[in-house]
């Protein structure tokens, strides 16, 4: 071991050695929501040149963001252990205490060039107390000084120390602008809006924010294991509205400005890292003081049922929160920062070296000191770390922070890792790559995505070491892609599990105020404030099915405040989507149906094809106005839609025309009725006169051997519409073929059947004006028929023969030939008699193969 000499009797000034006293030292006290940070700011901005440490990257990432808007990004620098953005010709820098500059004394972080500040200041300076970083903080108070100007900020506790370490500053207190009071204990159910809920274990924090997830729709999470990326993310939730709670850990009480009106305190103890104990009056008021905002006033309570009496405020500890008088700080943990690389040994006795002033004490180890001390029992390190840049490389090494929180045996094993490969010069060109791509993964839980953010900001600062990675800069830029996309992630897991966006926001908002909800449609979703709570199909609002009963009551309830709204502007919608055509309204068995819903029927109007139309209840609630457009908009639609019944509107119409005498009236009445179709034996028509025969013609219709019939009613598409204005549904052939094969009972509309097929109402006409054709050219003698003309369209000889007897054709047949006496057969001859009014035809039994059987059979 190396001996150093004895301490002796020695002036502060050999403390901060080599530091000129033009230098004006500022020390701004006071407790929370001060306006510290703001001053410090506006005079970093006044100087020259100047830099701000701060305790948190994240409070330096918010405070460089608002520089870079006063002096642009190209002048201002932004230095932390994990990123380092430094453009040339920057000036005014925003870094974490460890890394901001040190004149005339120890440097660790920032370049040479930033040595001569105009200004620096020293954000929450009263860490100088805390076991784990206090003597960085000291070593800064010492020795961190600005060229022109100083300004220490932090607690009133320190004040006492900031007198005889810096007596040349002057101190300035500033008054809290707002007032803290304490309001008890509350439940849960209980804890006003815009709170924040700090408990002391993830678990605790966990458990707290699942309840208010059902309780008032979720709650941001903010904890010191989450990287800044997602605490940013998750603070943004809190501030931005989207949720009224934040659960924290005591993470929140060091310089986040939120807008909180009461912090609840789940527990008051907390396990330090050595023991289980209860918060310190101060550390209980940097928490509390996150209350309340500029000259806003906050409050500060317990949560009620969380513990016994150790879980509530003592009368001492409310009048020192509420009137912030607290036990100055006594002692300022130190460390030697003036360090000697001659060898290891060396090295741990100059960190060992106890503090000169009684107001100093030797800092407990730090985890950089833990994993010198552990790796320097083995030999082999120890054997490979010789010369004093050797020790100093050592010790960087050493000094990586062990953002994993795993303790110094994991870390250690780490460290030891890295050393082997940076002791022989900058890590290979894979190593980094390789390492960062294993973590660029981001599936799993909370805790997983923790863990790999963790593990990545160990490479993240290690990549901003020139002398450790290569290409620093792309593998720098690299590990923060890697560390924003697992931060997403790690927002978006914290998001989906520990927040209901849509019972924040109804909790939020309902009551006289829901009127005032931002609502609209995306497609059938309804959203209010952004948010679905439920679809609305057609005229019919359903409230989301995932949704648990009790929200299912209050999703209801926000969405009776705009449905009539919604309703009326669905209306206006569909009677202009009408107007232009709309193809997905439907006609079903009398009624209008929309997108499954029936929104109308058919009533009886002044005559079957034009008929009234009566909304269903599914518009009731639609405005009276919006209602009947949107009727009278249906009733255009039906009459376009009803264009092909034309010819059957015409014959309705002579039906009433006195002119055409009783007798044409009830046959166009049957017609109708029928769909423009009727069998000829069924229509009276040989009780017409001669004129109203011909009245007939002029109408359109084609009087046929068999059947009355309408030719533009012989299509599929009129036939649909008949049945839709008649309330029914029934089978219709698409498209209409001449021949089609019927296996059912019913025969479909617009054919006629024989046996398994139907043959159109025309093409029979057809078949049956051929053969009379024949007939006639025959005079009196019987006549042959050839079958081929129908089976050419697909009618079987059977059916043909049987359409032939019912329009009064006989066949003759040819005589048998003698026995034992041969010859081609005799061919087939047909006769014709007129079928009588109201005469059937006989039943034809269509079973044989032979269509001269099935011909004989219907002579016999």
């Not at 029934?730 to 398994?756: D, H, Q």
Request: charge should be positive; hydrophobic fraction near 45%.
């Amino acid at each position: 071991m190396v001996a150093f000499p004895p301490p002796r009797p020695q002036a502060l000034a050999s403390l901060r050695s080599g530091l000129r006293d033009e230098s004006v030292v500022k020390a701004v006290l006071g407790p929370t929501n001060t306006g510290k940070t703001h001053l410090a700011i506006e005079r970093l901005c006044a100087h020259s040149s100047g830099a701000i440490g701060f305790p948190l990257r994240l409070l330096a990432r918010e405070v460089y963001e608002k520089v870079c808007a006063i002096k642009g990004r190209e002048r201002v620098a932004l230095i932390t252990g994990e990123e380092r953005i430094e453009p040339e010709g920057a000036r005014w820098l925003l870094c974490t205490v460890e890394a901001m500059p040190v004149r005339g004394g120890s440097q660790s972080g920032a370049s040479a060039r930033y040595k001569d500040l105009a200004f620096v200041g020293l954000d929450e300076v009263q860490l100088s107390g805390d076991r784990e970083r206090g003597h960085i903080f000291t070593d800064r108070l010492l020795h961190a000084r600005g060229r022109e100007e100083t300004m220490i900020l932090g607690s009133s506790v320190i004040e006492p120390l900031v007198r005889k370490l810096v007596p040349e500053a002057e101190i300035v207190t500033r008054p809290r602008f707002s007032t803290l009071t304490h309001t008890g204990a509350k439940k849960l159910s209980r804890v006003p809006p815009r709170s924040a809920i700090v408990a002391f274990s993830a678990e605790q924090v966990y458990a707290v924010a699942e309840m208010l997830r059902r309780f008032r729709g979720g709650a941001a999470v903010v904890m010191g294991a989450l990287s800044p990326e997602t605490r940013n993310k998750q603070v943004e939730l809190y501030q931005s509205g989207e949720v009224d709670y934040l659960v924290a850990t005591d993470a929140i009480g060091m310089g986040l400005n939120l807008d909180i009106t009461h912090v609840a305190f789940a527990g008051l103890s907390k396990y330090d890292g050595q023991r289980q104990r209860r918060l310190l009056p101060t550390e209980m008021a940097q928490i509390a003081g996150r209350a309340g905002r500029h000259h806003k006033d906050g409050s500060f309570g317990t949560l009620a049922g969380t513990g016994g009496h150790d879980a509530e405020f003592d009368d001492e500890e409310i009048f020192a929160i509420e009137e912030h008088r607290f036990a100055p700080l006594t002692k300022l943990f130190w460390r030697e920062s003036d360090l000697r690389f001659d060898s290891i040994n060396t090295l741990i006795d100059s960190l060992e070296r106890p503090p000169a002033h009684p107001e100093l004490i030797a800092a407990p180890e730090a985890i950089d000191m833990a994993v010198l001390k552990r790796l320097a029992e083995d030999d082999s390190i120890r054997g490979q770390v010789r010369g004093a840049a050797m020790v100093q490389r050592f010790w960087n090494v050493c000094s990586l922070p062990d953002f994993r929180q795993q303790g110094a045996d994991t870390h250690s094993r780490f460290v030891a890792r890295l050393w082997e490969e940076l002791r022989h010069g900058p890590l290979s060109s894979d190593t980094a790559p390789r390492a960062i791509a294993q973590l660029d993964n981001t599936s799993g839980d909370i805790d997983t995505l923790q863990g790999r953010i963790s593990a990545v900001r160990s490479w993240s600062y290690i990549c901003q070491r020139p002398d450790w990675v290569l290409a620093r800069d792309e593998m720098a830029a690299r590990a923060r892609q890697v560390e924003q996309r697992l931060s997403d992630a790690l927002h978006a897991r914290l998001t989906e599990r520990f927040v209901n966006r849509r019972t924040a926001v109804l909790m939020r908002r309902l009551g006289g105020d829901a009127g005032l909800l931002s609502v609209k449609m995306e497609g059938d979703t309804v959203l209010v404030e952004g948010e679905p709570i439920g679809e609305l199909t057609a005229f019919r609002f359903r409230v989301d099915p995932k949704a648990r009963h009790d929200d299912a009551r209050m999703l209801q309830a926000a969405a009776e405040k705009h449905l009539s709204a919604l309703l009326q502007q669905r209306a206006e919608e569909l009677a202009k989507a009408l107007s232009d055509g709309a193809d997905d309204v439907t006609l079903a068995k009398g009624a209008v149906v929309w997108r499954g819903q029936e929104i109308a029927r058919l009533r009886q109007g002044r005559s079957m094809l034009a008929p009234s139309l009566q909304a269903t209840p599914a518009l009731d609630r639609v405005a009276a106005a919006a209602r009947e457009g949107l009727l009278e908009a249906l009733t255009a639609w039906l009459a376009q839609r009803w264009k092909p019944l034309a010819p059957l509107v015409k014959l309705e119409a002579a039906c009433s025309a006195p002119e055409h005498g009783p007798e044409l009236r009830a046959l166009l009445i049957k017609l109708v009725d029928g769909g423009g179709m009727l069998a000829r034996a069924e229509s009276g028509l040989d009780q017409l006169t001669q004129p109203q025969k011909a009245g007939l013609r002029r109408l359109g219709v084609k009087v046929g051997a068999l059947d009355l019939f309408h030719p533009a009613m012989l299509k599929a598409r009129p036939l649909v519409l008949w049945l839709e204005a008649r309330g029914m549904d029934g089978l219709i052939a698409e498209p209409m073929a001449p021949v089609i094969a019927i296996t059912g009972k019913t025969t479909p509309l617009g054919y006629r059947r024989f046996g398994a097929q139907g043959l159109r109402l025309d093409r029979a006409e057809l078949l049956l004006r051929d053969a009379h054709a024949l007939r006639m050219a025959a005079g009196k003698k019987p006549f042959a028929l050839d079958p081929s003309v129908a089976t050419r369209i697909g009618l079987s000889t059977k059916a043909y023969a049987h359409l032939l007897r019912q329009a009064g054709f006989h066949p003759i047949m040819p005589r048998a030939l003698a026995q034992g006496c041969f010859g081609p057969p005799a061919p087939l001859v047909w006769r014709w008699q007129p079928v009588r009014s109201g005469q059937t035809s006989a039943t034809v039994p269509l079973d044989s193969a032979s269509p001269f059987a099935a011909l004989a059979a219907l002579v016999a």
